[in-house]
């Protein structure tokens, strides 16, 4: 890799405008880790330029995209609709709205046409967990926060009666969508359904560990320590979790079950997701009392600066992608499985390349407009 980048680098001054260009958009994000309809979207445009194409392909992928595209925008109209079912004006003080941008990164896992309940299903789950993790570093006090993952736990409407006000709109808005979400899947005869509850309770509690990093202004001393704990927070396991149930028939017991051991190639995903997440919320996040990122345990480890420890967390991502090819080879399951794992890591690496684009989505516009707005 280190042989081929720095030849690439050397050469670049000497190639025709349109290769140089592709060459520098590969070295700053080589093709197996690209969203998939985004590359789409993108190798259209130059697919268009060749003199030597195949016209019938290029309609067919430009038809493929438009009927897509008209698929997501009903989606998104339809997870509109839910959002706003959530009346309570409290959470607009500190909850980041980004329904679009959720749905953006979910398609990025899950894209094909066939999967657009799941895409739903999913997006929902992961505005909810968005909306826990914000309730947790934002709003909440420790106290509270255990509360309410208490009052989940028992998982029945009757526990918001010992929630403060506050909370009840959210904690009854959190059941009915997770119970709907149960609700339809077992309609569609889905043998994993019960997990979905499992999986989002756990993944709010994992925000409760952190909150006690937080409370404490504990620094791990450790990489490996802080990932212990912080892979599970950022959410990635459970997003891979959930998306092999609401997948349906595709996803066999055996294959759930590797899943749920936390596999290495699902590990490295989570890795991505959490160093990169860490990188480009670092300087944001350090300004308010927040829990110790990856960062901050890299600096105290090797006693380096903020740059060389970004630098060190870089090279822990490149490593993580060799085990997530490394899964792939081994192939212990079908490819359409273990390619959503890939897609976790992929779009991770999308909304975490330039700057946080979920919490400040500027950069995401160009992409989401091409997404969602104009057609080929």
Not at 13 to 38: C, G
Not at 99 to 122: D, K
Not at 153 to 160: H, M
Not at 184 to 195: M, R, W
């Amino acid at each position: 890799m280190a042989f081929t980048k720095s030849h690439l680098q050397s050469m670049i001054k000497t190639l025709d405008p349109e290769l140089a260009a592709e060459v520098e958009y590969t070295l700053e994000t080589p093709s197996y880790r690209r969203v998939q309809r985004v590359e789409a979207r993108r190798y259209i445009s130059l697919y268009e330029k060749k003199v030597r194409r195949n016209d019938a392909i290029l309609e067919f992928a430009k038809l493929d995209y438009n009927i897509l595209q008209a698929l997501y925008c009903e989606e998104l109209k339809a997870l509109t609709v839910w959002w706003k079912g959530l009346q309570s004006q409290t959470y607009a003080r500190f909850a980041r709205d980004r329904v679009t941008e959720m749905h953006f990164w979910m398609l990025g896992v899950i894209h094909e046409p066939r999967q657009s309940y799941a895409r739903i299903a999913l997006t929902k789950c992961f505005k909810l967990v968005s909306l826990m993790d914000d309730f947790c570093d934002n709003y909440s006090d420790t106290e509270e926060f255990e509360i309410f993952i208490t009052s989940l736990e028992r998982w029945d409407k009757q526990a918001a009666e010992k929630l403060p006000a506050y909370m009840k709109d959210l904690f009854i808005f959190t059941l009915n969508t997770i119970n709907d979400i149960m609700g339809e899947l077992k309609l569609q005869k889905n043998k994993h359904a019960e997990f979905i509850k499992e999986l989002f309770v756990d993944a709010v509690k994992c925000y409760g560990t952190e909150r006690k990093w937080s409370d404490e202004r504990y620094v791990p001393a450790k990489i490996e320590e802080h990932l212990q704990i912080s892979v599970a927070s950022s959410a990635c396991m459970h997003l891979a979790n959930i998306t092999f149930v609401l997948m349906g028939d595709v996803t066999t017991r055996e294959a759930i079950e590797w899943a749920f051991s936390f596999p290495e190639m699902i590990r490295a995903a989570c890795t991505v997701g959490r160093i990169c997440n860490d990188i480009m919320s670092h300087e944001r996040e350090q300004v308010s009392k927040h829990v110790a990122s990856t960062v901050e345990t890299c600096m105290k480890e090797y006693g380096m600066t903020v740059h060389q420890a970004y630098e060190k967390l870089r090279a822990l991502i490149d490593e993580a992608w060799m085990d997530i090819v490394q899964g792939c080879l081994d192939q212990p399951y079908p490819m359409e499985i273990l390619e959503k794992v890939v897609n976790i890591a992929r779009t991770m690496d999308k909304m975490y390349k330039r700057d946080d684009a979920y919490t400040d989505p500027y950069s995401l516009k160009d992409t989401i407009t091409s997404m969602y707005v104009n057609s080929v």
